[in-house]
C-alpha cells in the first residue's frame, strides 16, 4: 500500500500453479510481466479504497520489492492476502522434493534464502543433493525441511548425473 492511496499493489497467485483458488475470485494479467494470475475478492475490495489497483504475480512483487528497497531504502508495503499465503503453502506441499530428480549434488558457498515471500527458507553452506525440475531449476532442501530454489551464480555442481 502506497502512503498517498492512489495505488495498492497486491501479490497474486499465479493461474497456473494455484491449486486452492478462493471463490469469487477473478482471472487477472500481473502489471509487470502479464501472466494470468488470481484476484481474490477480498483484493477486488480494495478498489473501494484506492484509485488503482495494480496486481503483481510473487515474482514481480518480489522483484518490485528488491528494487524499491535499492532506490528508495524503504521496504515496499504489499497487500498479501491470507488466501495468496495459503494457496503458496498449499503449493509448496503438493509439490514435495519427490515430485523433482534427483541430479546429483552442489556445494553452497554462503547462506541462500528464497525469494520473498519465502526469506524464513534458507540453506547453510555445505553440499546438498541437487533436485532438477522439468524445467531444469535447481533446488535443494532448506534446514526447514521445504524445497529452496537456487539461482545460477548460487552453487556449483560438484557431481552430475
Ligand atoms: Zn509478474
Not at 524503504?74 to 522434493?97: C, F, G, S
Request: aromatic residues 6%; hydrophobic residues 35%; glycine residues 8%.
Amino acid at each position: 500500500m502506497e502512503e498517498n492511496k492512489d495505488e495498492a499493489i497486491v501479490l497474486c497467485g499465479s493461474v497456473i500453479t494455484s491449486t486452492a483458488i478462493v471463490p469469487g475470485s477473478i482471472k487477472v494479467e500481473c502489471t509487470d510481466c502479464g501472466i494470468s494470475v488470481w484476484l481474490s475478492p477480498a483484493s477486488s475490495q480494495l478498489a473501494k479504497q484506492f484509485k488503482k489497483i495494480t496486481p503483481l504475480c510473487l515474482s514481480c512483487g518480489s522483484k518490485r520489492m528488491t528494487a524499491a528497497k535499492t532506490t528508495t531504502g524503504k521496504i515496499l508495503d504489499m497487500h498479501i492476502t491470507k488466501a495468496t499465503m495459503d494457496e503458496v503453502n498449499t503449493y509448496i506441499k503438493q509439490n514435495p522434493p519427490g515430485m523433482d530428480e534427483k541430479k546429483g549434488s552442489v556445494i553452497l558457498l554462503r547462506t541462500i534464502r528464497g525469494d520473498f515471500p519465502f526469506q524464513a527458507v534458507k540453506a547453510p553452506p555445505g553440499v546438498y543433493e541437487a533436485y532438477v525440475n522439468p524445467h531444469g531449476a535447481v533446488s535443494v532442501i532448506a534446514e526447514n525441511g521445504e524445497m529452496l530454489g537456487l539461482k545460477p551464480g548460487e552453487f556449483e555442481w560438484l557431481t552430475k548425473e
